[in-house]
Structures are given as C-alpha cells and as structure tokens.
C-alpha cells in the first residue's frame, strides 16, 4: 500500500480515536463513567523490618511525606541509580530530611534480609531504610501498592526480578499523591518535596 493510499486510513484512525476519547470525557462529566475510571487506591497496611531489625508499619507513614521505592539488592542498574538519585535530593534537602521518610522495600524477600539490606544501602544515604519480610507479607505489600514484581529465571539457575521501577510519593496521612519526578536535578526535586513537609 502507498503512502498516498494509506493517508486516509490514518486521517480516519486519529478521527476515530478522538472521538472515543472525546465520547469517554462526555460519559466521566455527566458520571457515567465515575466509577470505571476511579483511580485504584494504593497503599495499605503492612509490617515489615528494617535493616536494623526495627519493625515498620503504615503507621510509620504518618506525619511526614514519604518517598518508596520498590527494588532488590542484585538489581544490576535501575535500583541502584534510583537510590542514587534519591540519596541525591535527601542531601540536596539538607536538614530537611530528618523531615521525610525515605523506603528501599524488597521484591525479593528470599535474598534480601534485614543484614543483606544492611550491607547494600551503606553505600546511600543514611535517611534510606530498607525493608523486607516473609514472601507472603511482601506479596501483600506488592498487592496494595500496585507493584508488578515477577522473578526471571536464569541460565545458570540464578533469577533476576523484573518489577515497578516507580517512585511513590506519600503525604504526611500516608496517601498516595504521585510518582516523584526524579529526572530533574536535586535540587529542584528536594524543592518539590518540601512542599509536602
């Protein structure tokens, strides 16, 4: 099929899909729709331990922002550049981090103890707590934050963990407002999340 030939069907497509989306705008205003497009609720209850063997729950959560970031202590590249970059703006906060809670949790309860998650987030910053628990707790956890988490055999009988590389922003009630936009720089990230103290 030429290009001239073609051009009618995208022009129809785009038209087509406009109209949809325009049609599902109508439906949500007039409240029909209210209910199918009600964002899902996340977070929830938990109890899990911390590198030091404290126990931590959604209790924890409340009284001060929150960022969470869902990862494992094998991750070859994206879990340690998010930490990174969070380690990042809770220095670029200064003393203000003392004011924010900042949480590494395990999708890979089976090698991640409370000791392994010691040793890996000493090299981050301090205000960085990393938490973990039973495979069942943790799969509830997963479950109540929306985190896809799923293991990747490989070759050598070894796994990696394919997972949510998101950064939850909670507020001071424990809350769900939005991924943190770490693709700025420290500072203006550390500025976005002052607003939340």
């Known amino acids: 099929m030429t ?23 109508v439906l949500w205003l007039l409240g029909g729709m209210r209910n199918v497009t009600a964002p899902a609720s996340i977070g929830g209850p938990f109890q899990l331990t911390d590198q030091t063997g404290q126990t931590v729950t959604e209790k924890n959560l409340q009284g001060k922002p929150s960022l969470i970031f869902f990862g494992y202590t094998h991750c070859p590249d994206v879990c340690p550049t998010s930490l990174f970059e969070m380690s990042e703006v809770l220095r670029a906060m200064g003393k203000d981090a003392d004011r924010v809670n900042a949480y590494f949790i395990s999708v890979d309860p089976e090698r991640d103890t409370s000791a392994a998650m010691k040793d890996y987030l000493a090299s981050f910053d301090p205000h960085l707590r990393g938490l973990t628990g039973s495979p069942e707790t943790i799969a509830k956890v997963l479950s109540e934050y929306r985190v896809y988490a799923k293991k990747i055999p490989l070759k050598d009988g070894d796994y990696t963990m394919d997972h949510t590389a998101l950064i939850y922003l909670m507020d001071r009630d424990g809350k769900f407002v939005a991924p943190f936009n770490l693709k700025q720089t420290p500072e203006a990230a550390a500025a976005d999340l002052k607003r939340y103290l």
């Open 3 to 25: 290009d001239r030939a073609s051009r009618p069907l995208v022009v129809f497509s785009a038209f087509a899909a406009s109209l949809a989306v325009g049609l599902i705008v």
